[in-house]
């Protein structure tokens, strides 16, 4: 006889808060010049991009997480 498999049941309202800390609510209003611009959209075209916000918030943090792990604090 084949046991059955018990089915993880996840806290709805654990999901819930989870959700609600993924929201976007802060703004953030970057300018380009016209170089800068150019550069971006002939990126988007050549690989595809259709959402520019993902692309600048993945590169962003890509950045800021690097820089995080080469520059953390040491004891010695």
């Known amino acids: 006889m084949a046991k059955k498999k018990k089915s993880v049941h996840v806290d709805p309202e654990y999901l819930k808060k989870q959700k609600a800390s993924l929201v976007r609510r802060h703004r953030q209003v970057i ?3 016209d170089s800068e611009m150019s550069a971006i959209s ?3 075209s050549r690989f595809n991009v259709r959402t520019k916000a993902v692309l600048f918030r993945e590169a962003i943090m890509e950045k ?3 820089e995080l792990n080469d520059n953390h604090p040491t004891l010695f």
């Open 42 to 44: 002939e990126y988007c």
């Open 31 to 33: 300018y380009l010049n």
């Open 64 to 66: 800021i997480l690097s």
